[in-house]
């Protein structure tokens, strides 16, 4: 439903003159060759720190981020420039959950005309009434909520109307940007059930962006993690849960994970900035497994057994060396 490949998204940094300078950076890629894809049917969980371009990934799927080079496909259909038109189809069929929906809900809407917006901008003519009533009713909200101003909505109502207004079009891409960020515990548990059970009752795909490992666990099908605009770590939830192999998995997963290697799971270190991109292995800054060879060299991403793929030279598959487990290379035979 959704295939990306290579994708980069690079923003132009500062003024015209100051780009002039000598040495001066000149742009920056937020995404810097990304591939994922999300089956029909199925959920990716995308996963990185604040800043890491998780947004930006959204954003760029519906046409709103200048792709440098790279391809993204929603239901076999590729834009071919980068005009409205040619992103329209692709804006139909994909629904945008934003990040704080407070912010994306105009106030001096209704709550009817709010999840009915997407027909009206698509100049789709319907009975307003009965189709808000039937998108409130698929997210669970009385139509009492109808005539309600997102000022009169708790954070989880309001998270529930932007879910009804990104269903508006029958979508076959749900893509919701930190869905559960700033609720409570349980209206977080809430949430996550009520799209869980829309994709079984509608059977739609779902990016799921967060920055909270913790919440993909029983959601997704697939996660993959990203660290500065880079997937370092992908594979079956389960699998990457169970034994995840990259240390800054390893460290977003915190003390839970079994296989901690010693000292892996604490992040110390500089913080990179995309502007100044670290060399080797741009995680080499933090990681405390890091080596000489992690400064010079990049690892790309490989297979560690199936779909489990993991960029990083030392990779922390139970910390056995990786012979034992296919046939591959041995941690000392990565260590030129
Ligand atoms: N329009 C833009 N111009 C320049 N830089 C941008 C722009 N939009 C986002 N960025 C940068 O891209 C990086 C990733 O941002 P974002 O995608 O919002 O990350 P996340 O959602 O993971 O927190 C940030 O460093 C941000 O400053
Ligand atoms: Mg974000």
């Not at 009713?137 to 309600?148: A, I, N, Q």
């Not at 949430?191 to 997704?220: C, D, F, K, P």
């Amino acid at each position: 439903m959704l295939e990306i490949h290579d994708l980069v998204v690079r923003y132009k940094t500062g003024s015209l003159f100051s780009r002039l300078q000598p040495g001066a950076v000149k742009h920056v890629d937020v995404l810097a060759g990304v591939s994922l894809h999300v089956p029909p049917g199925k959920t990716l969980g995308l996963i990185g720190e604040s800043g890491s371009g998780k947004t930006t990934l959204g954003r760029t799927v519906i046409g709103l981020a200048p792709i440098a080079r790279g391809s993204i496909q929603v239901n076999g259909r590729e834009p071919n420039d980068a005009s409205d038109l040619s992103w329209r189809a692709i804006r139909r069929e994909t629904g945008l959950i934003f990040q704080d929906p407070m912010a994306a809900l105009d106030p001096r809407m209704t709550v009817e005309h709010l999840v009915t917006e997407p027909f009206t901008v698509n100049g789709r003519d319907i009975k307003r009434r009965a189709e808000a009533s039937r998108l409130l009713d698929l997210v669970g909200l009385p139509s009492l909520f109808l005539d309600r101003y997102p000022h009169q909505l708790s954070g989880g109502q309001a998270r529930r109307v932007a879910v009804a207004r990104a269903l508006a079009l029958r979508p076959k891409l749900i893509i919701a940007d930190e869905p559960t960020a700033g609720l409570d515990l349980s209206v977080q548990g809430e949430l996550l059930n009520l799209l869980t059970s829309l994709q079984q009752e509608l059977g739609m795909s779902y990016l799921i962006i967060t920055h909270n490992l913790a919440i993909t666990r029983h959601v997704t099908d697939r996660i993959a993690i990203m660290y500065l605009g880079r997937i370092v770590e992908t594979g079956p939830t389960d699998v990457v849960f169970r034994a995840p192999a990259h240390p800054y998995t390893q460290a977003l997963l915190g003390a839970k994970s079994k296989h901690k290697l010693p000292g892996a799971g604490v992040l110390t270190g500089e913080v990179p900035t995309l502007s100044h991109r670290p060399s080797g292995c741009e995680f080499h800054t933090r990681c405390p497994l890091a080596t000489d060879y992690c400064r010079a060299a990049a690892p790309s991403l490989h297979s560690l057994s199936g779909e489990h793929q993991v960029a990083c030279h030392t990779p922390l598959i139970n910390a056995q060396p990786l012979s034992a487990q296919t046939g591959r290379l041995s941690l000392t035979e990565m260590h030129p």
